[in-house]
């Protein structure tokens, strides 16, 4: 099979998954390149180019290949050239199932978890329905018409996309006033309020073997910049600390790992996963799981692969074992 890796998207992680794709492309530089534009269209594009995209957190990418026409035609080659697509996506229809489950209809193997899994984890009202089920620990959620008797009673909310990642449109609500931008956001998409749980933000990397069991890696310790684990705090801040292995008591530690794990087997994730918690004190509190963390040089997942002992193309390598077994069941 050919190993192609496939990057950008329509969303607004696509600047994101451009860092991804410079990760991937550097570990397996023999890869061919599909870059998916903002217009649905994709296109071939070079190792240079790629490369020498200084600035990809900030300035959109521009394939210097031809076209392959729109992301159907694309997928419609990947199939009768046999190829597996090493997913450097992030976010929008790369990580809600849709990019996947049009994979599975044409018998093309990907990366990451199926078309299912992804639908589900990418939903944080679902997702989190379906963790507590698998008995994950994880905060209450608000209704937007409840949320002014909400904040009277906890004192601070948060506010966040139910299908958005990268922490955009993230919001902190510390008085009434604040709800006014959360109801306006939430008329153009659905939002998910919490009470704000004061405590330590981590995250935890779970990694399938080969032989199907899991692993849990590492887990992180995350102090923003600025208090607020945002999108720029996570790829611009020079400040922000991200500390592997934590520097949790190693009973938190241990549980941190047990409750990604059963997140993963809840959402019944295929591959690799990475769920983020807020560890309180009582403990970890869950926030989401992400299908298709991020894989740049400034991400968490090769962070902690490097904490691990495991060599991100050693872990690269079995994402396509993994994805080539499952396109055969």
Known sequence: MRITILFGGSNKERLVSVASAQ??????????LWFWD???SVHEASGKALASHAKPFEEPFKADGKSLGPLAAALDRARDEDRVLVLGLHGGRAENGELQ???EMRGVPYTGSDSTSSHLAFDKVAAKRFAVLGGVNAAEGIALDDAEAALARHGKLIAKPVKDGSSYGLMFVNAR???????????????????????????????EQADGSLIALPPIEIVPAAGAFDYFAKYLAEATQ????????????ESIKREAIKA???L???GYSRSDFIVSANGPIYLETNTLPGLTAA?????ALKAQGIAFVDFLNLQIVLAERRSRK
């Open 177 to 207: 006033q604040d709800l006014v931008a959360v109801r306006k956001a939430a008329e153009t998409e659905e939002y998910l309020i919490e009470p704000f749980i004061s405590g330590v933000e981590a995250t935890c990397a779970v990694l």
């Open 264 to 266: 993963h087997r809840a």
């Open 23 to 32: 990760s991937l492309h550097a570990t397996r530089p023999e890869a061919d």
């Open 242 to 253: 991200e500390i592997c292995p934590g520097r949790f008591p190693p009973d938190i530690m």
């Open 38 to 40: 903002a217009d649905d």
């Open 268 to 270: 019944s994730c295929g």
């Open 299 to 303: 991400s968490l997942y090769p962070k």
């Open 101 to 103: 489950v049009m994979c």
